[in-house]
């Protein structure tokens, strides 16, 4: 399951594949316990719920990882310049990713300075497949000294099938 | 997708599939993104009964959870996305200023929605040509009807327009995930 997970890189299966393996194994040793099964299940479903957080935890480090790269690189930019980025994550559940960046728009408040950043994830040709650039826009924040991510989440209205 | 495995031990009469279905049922009136949980619990309990290995059970409430869970998921977010595509398409056509009219019709009548759709603001870029566009998800008829609206960003990728909202801070990821 992991390493099918790590092929095709689909979340879905990667959640169930750890879930399930946390859940046999806890409904396994349950089994010399008790025999009843509803309980035993109850018990894999408590150790598959543990080892879901641990992913999304590992999924949040991960991303909270090129967010801030991507701030960063973006915070020292001025309005019209183009950086790359790129990043390697240390946990290997996402692939490496690059792209570049540009700052589009400077917002600004009171005792704050937030930029508006448009970003590219750049996809390298392959035998069969195209290079392919997907942009994407977000805003960052100061934030004492370093730069933050600061897109907030969407309308719960506008959540859909998101959570 | 429910894998068929030897039984072992008890041979108690319980019809998985009766149950499986009856789980179904129920979380019509609860919410679709639950319908793996529940199924896959559903079947995992009644396979758990039938064989008394709780191992047995768990695999087949698992599998049945992967496969209703994620096909939902990719349904919900195969519409989604159409509706995005159709909103970045007339962002991508049309000019500062101009309201135009979506609409959005699925195979099946689920989440069919409508609404207006203007350009506020070209972004000048260069690494992209994007559009930031106020959009309206209208709902209800006659008197009790509803307009909310939504602003969105759109970039224009290879030969289409896109929706181009990155994803939130993590830090407001909250029970997103």
């Given at each position: 399951?992991?390493?099918?997970?790590?092929?095709?890189g689909?979340?879905?299966?990667l959640?169930?594949?750890?879930a399930?393996?946390?859940g046999?194994g806890?409904?396994?040793?349950?089994?010399?316990?008790?025999?009843?099964?509803?309980?035993a299940?109850?018990?894999?479903?408590?150790?598959?719920?543990?080892?879901?957080?641990?992913?999304?935890?590992?999924?949040?480090?991960?991303?909270?990882?090129?967010q801030?790269?991507i701030?960063?690189?973006?915070?020292?930019?001025e309005p019209?310049a183009?950086?790359?980025?790129?990043?390697?994550?240390?946990?290997?559940?996402?692939?490496?990713?690059r792209?570049r960046?540009?700052?589009?728009r400077?917002?600004?408040?009171?005792n704050?300075?937030?930029?508006?950043?448009v970003?590219?994830v750049?996809t390298a040709a392959e035998?069969n497949r195209?290079?392919q650039?997907?942009?994407?826009?977000?805003?960052?924040?100061r934030?004492?000294?370093?730069w933050k991510?600061?897109?907030?989440?969407?309308?719960?209205?506008?959540?859909?099938?998101?959570? | 997708?429910?894998r068929?495995?030897?039984l072992?031990?008890?041979?108690?009469?319980?019809?998985?599939?009766?149950?499986l279905?009856a789980?179904?049922?129920?979380?019509?009136?609860?919410?679709?993104?639950?319908?793996?949980g529940?199924?896959?619990?559903?079947?995992?309990?009644?396979s758990?009964?039938?064989?008394?290995?709780?191992?047995v059970?768990?695999?087949?409430?698992v599998?049945?959870?992967?496969?209703?869970?994620?096909?939902?998921?990719?349904?919900?977010?195969?519409?989604?996305?159409?509706?995005?595509?159709?909103?970045?398409?007339?962002i991508?056509?049309?000019?500062p200023?101009?309201?135009?009219?979506?609409?959005?019709?699925?195979?099946?009548?689920?989440e069919?929605?409508?609404g207006?759709?203007?350009i506020?603001?070209?972004?000048s870029?260069?690494?992209a040509?994007c559009?930031?566009?106020?959009?309206?998800v209208i709902?209800?008829?006659g008197?009790?009807?509803?307009?909310?609206?939504?602003?969105?960003?759109?970039?224009?990728?290879?030969e289409a327009?896109?929706?181009?909202v990155?994803?939130?801070?993590?830090?407001?990821?909250?029970?997103?995930?």
């Open positions: 399951m992991w390493i099918a997970a790590s092929v095709c689909c979340s879905s299966f959640r169930e594949g750890t399930d393996l946390a046999v806890g409904a396994a040793v349950a089994d010399s316990v008790t025999d009843n099964a509803a309980v299940t109850g018990i894999g479903l408590g150790v598959r719920s543990a080892a879901m957080a641990g992913l999304q935890y590992a999924q949040r480090k991960t991303h909270q990882q090129q801030d790269l701030a960063q690189i973006a915070g020292k930019l019209g183009v950086a790359t980025w790129q990043v390697s994550h240390q946990v290997p559940i996402e692939d490496d990713e792209g960046v540009t700052v589009s400077i917002i600004s408040g009171q704050l300075i937030c930029k508006e950043i970003f590219s750049d035998a195209k290079p650039s997907d942009f994407y826009v977000a805003t960052i924040c934030d004492a000294t370093r991510w600061a897109s907030a989440e969407p309308a719960t209205e506008r959540w859909g099938a998101l959570q | 997708m429910i068929r495995r030897k072992t031990g008890s041979t108690t009469e319980t019809n998985p599939s009766a149950l279905i789980s179904l049922l129920a979380v019509g009136l609860v919410g679709c993104n639950t319908i793996g529940f199924a896959g619990a559903a079947a995992g309990i009644a758990g009964t039938a064989t008394t290995n709780p191992a059970g768990y695999g087949v409430s599998g049945v959870a992967v496969a209703v869970d994620a096909t939902s998921k990719y349904i919900f977010r195969t519409w989604h996305q159409a509706e995005q595509d159709q909103i970045a398409a007339q991508g056509r049309l000019k200023g101009v309201i135009e009219r979506w609409k959005i019709q699925h195979p099946v009548p689920y069919n929605e409508h207006e759709v203007e506020v603001r070209v972004l870029s260069p690494l040509l559009k930031e566009a106020l959009f309206s709902s209800g008829e008197g009790k009807q509803t307009r909310q609206w939504f602003v969105v960003t759109a970039c224009r990728q290879d327009w896109k929706w181009a990155a994803e939130p801070a993590v830090a407001r990821w909250g029970s997103l995930q």
